[in-house]
């Protein structure tokens, strides 16, 4: 067929190269996972971080962020609820380097 974009055109061979090429990227990219191996699960609160205090809090006092940050291991309250943290009062003197826990906040 004659016409003006012949010589752009791929002709079956160089289109079947492109075709395999395209699946070895596709089976390079793999599988995404959605589960931990087991080998990773014993250190997920070890490398996990939780909410924790950067100063000391006195009784009282509402929960502002420059009051906080995050430090390992993870096993106090997620980074995720930090924004439910904000404003809530802590109900004891909490000493700075401490991992927030829920019973603490009111």
Do not use: C
């Amino acid at each position: 067929m004659d016409g003006p974009d012949q010589k752009l055109s791929d002709d079956i061979t160089e289109f079947k190269e492109l075709v395999q090429k395209t699946r070895n990227i596709q089976k390079s990219l793999g599988i995404p996972r959605t589960k931990s191996y087991a080998a990773e699960t014993k250190f997920k609160d070890i490398m996990r971080v939780s909410i924790g205090t950067l100063t000391n809090i006195k009784s009282g006092t509402k929960i502002t962020k420059s009051m906080l940050t995050y430090f390992r291991p993870g096993t106090g309250i997620s980074p995720t609820m930090i924004d439910q943290i904000i404003g809530l009062k802590i109900n004891q003197d909490v000493e700075k380097g401490t991992h927030l826990k829920w019973n603490m906040l009111s």
